[in-house]
């Protein structure tokens, strides 16, 4: 395992990579309404990081076809545009990467499309807000599984269960990079120190029902066993040696 510790160039880099996929997200959340398909928000995605000067991290990843991910109600994570049509009462997660100066910014959120079940707001913000129970404990000094439990406490607290499968992850010059930043505590492994310079991607994927999650014969889709909603919520962010500076920054995280 070797963390790689960014200089101020990379950093500079990350904040201009991270407000690119960062904006994409927010354009691709305005897009969201009854009847439109997500092929059509992932071509507004690639054109918008085109124009920011940006190349889509996604497309062409370990053969990923599109520019972003989109996720719809018991879709966990991974979901490849197509022709399917978001539906008023869905939750839609949007995720999606953008290179620039060499620097990976990596972001998600998961957002209505119109009136919803009150269930499916609730999810939404629980999986946001263990996002932002993590940041209180995300600094020098602290372990990446002060991160982990601090998701997981929230989201278990609250009813709603941690994805086990896929978890968090450094981002820099690669988008995958060490460590692993999962959402649960596991005994088996002792946990890095976080340290000043370190980019990671914090990203909770919480379900409403169990944890267990299956993929799609696509090889990408991850959707819930159980068939219960599921969310996602995710930052690039940079360890600091006090609050953590949010990369993947607009003005609607
Ligand atoms: N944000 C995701 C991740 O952390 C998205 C990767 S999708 C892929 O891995 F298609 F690019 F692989
Ligand atoms: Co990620």
């Known amino acids: 395992m070797s963390i790689i510790i ?3 160039r990379g950093i500079e880099a990350m904040r201009k990579a991270g407000r690119i996929a960062a904006g994409a ?3 691709a959340r305005q897009m969201i309404e009854p009847g439109i398909t997500t092929a059509a928000i992932n071509k ?3 054109r918008f990081i085109k124009a920011s000067g940006a190349e889509p991290t996604f497309l ?3 053969g990923y076809p ?3 991910c989109i996720s719809i109600n018991d879709q966990v994570i991974h979901g490849i545009p197509g022709k399917r049509r978001i539906q008023e009462g869905d939750i839609v997660s949007i995720d999606v990467g953008a290179t620039w100066g ?3 910014g990596d972001c998600a959120g998961t957002f209505p499309c119109g009136q919803c079940s009150d269930d499916a707001l609730r999810l939404i913000k629980i999986t946001r807000d263990s996002f932002w129970q993590a940041m209180t404990v995300a600094r020098e000094g ?3 599984s002060d991160i982990s439990a601090a998701v997981q406490k929230y989201a278990e607290e609250n009813g709603c269960s941690v994805v086990r499968d896929y978890v968090g992850h450094g981002v820099g010059q690669k988008m995958h990079e060490d460590p692993e930043v999962p959402n649960f505590v596991s005994k088996v492994h002792g946990s890095p120190r976080l340290c000043k310079g370190m980019t990671i991607a914090v990203e909770p994927m919480i379900n409403a029902g169990g944890y267990e999650v299956k993929v ?4 990408w889709t991850v959707l819930t066993e159980d068939g219960s909603l599921s969310a996602h919520y995710e930052n690039t962010i940079l360890i600091t040696d006090g609050e953590p500076e949010i990369l993947t920054y607009a003005d609607d995280i």
Request: hydrophobic residues 35%; glycine residues 12%.
């Open 66 to 68: 599109a520019s972003a």
């Open 216 to 219: 799609l014969p696509d090889g």
């Open 25 to 27: 997200r927010s354009l």
């Open 6 to 8: 960014k200089s101020d």
């Open 60 to 62: 062409g990843y370990a």
């Open 142 to 144: 602290n372990r990446v």
């Open 102 to 104: 060499g620097y990976v």
């Open 44 to 46: 507004e995605i690639f």
